[in-house]
């Protein structure tokens, strides 16, 4: 976990320092994905202000207190952040790990077998999209398999319900 600490308008001294590392660390062993957390530290006309975000898996979460005393401050910033990082752990942990599933209800769940009642041998010729349509409406097709002649790509033509075609082009992620 990476941890950033500002201080603003004050002195950064090393026992401040080392309060607001142990309160994020006391974070990190109710979640162990932080990633970074910020600490932004401020007086203010005696008014001492801490503001905490952590950012942790996909989600961020802030809190900032504001009091007297500038320990005081950050506990109630660190206090608030506690609570958000424990209801951040509960939402995904499992409930219902202990329950057992057998696998006759797993079938059950999924839905009926699937089962193929014809599989055809297609010739693969090199063709581009305009060949790919004509063969397929010669065919009496809804779609068609075929190899793209310039990149030597397998790509799928099909007809729409509004009498146009469309193309699936596999990319990459």
């Known amino acids: 976990m990476r941890i950033h600490i500002v201080a603003r308008k004050m002195k950064m001294t090393k026992p401040v320092k080392e309060f607001i590392e142990a309160k994020l660390e006391k ?3 109710f979640l162990e994905n932080i990633v970074w957390a910020q600490v932004i530290v401020s007086v203010e006309k005696k008014i001492h202000t801490a503001e905490v975000v952590v950012h942790a898996g996909h989600q961020t979460m802030k809190a900032a207190a504001s009091t007297d005393e500038m320990y005081s401050a950050i506990d109630k910033a660190m206090d608030k952040i506690e609570i958000q990082v424990k209801k951040y752990k509960e939402r995904f942990t499992d409930h219902h790990a202990t329950e057992g599933l057998d696998m006759g209800e797993l079938t059950t769940l999924v839905g009926p077998e699937i089962k193929f009642s014809v599989v055809k041998d297609v010739p693969l010729k090199p063709m581009n999209k305009e060949e790919a349509v004509i063969e ?25 319900l509004d009498s146009t075609y469309g193309l699936l082009q596999p990319v990459k992620k």
């Open 27 to 29: 974070l990190h062993e």
């Open 136 to 160: 397929m409406e010669k065919l009496g097709f809804n779609f068609w398999l075929y190899q793209e002649k310039a990149t030597r790509q397998m790509q799928v033509v099909f007809k729409r």
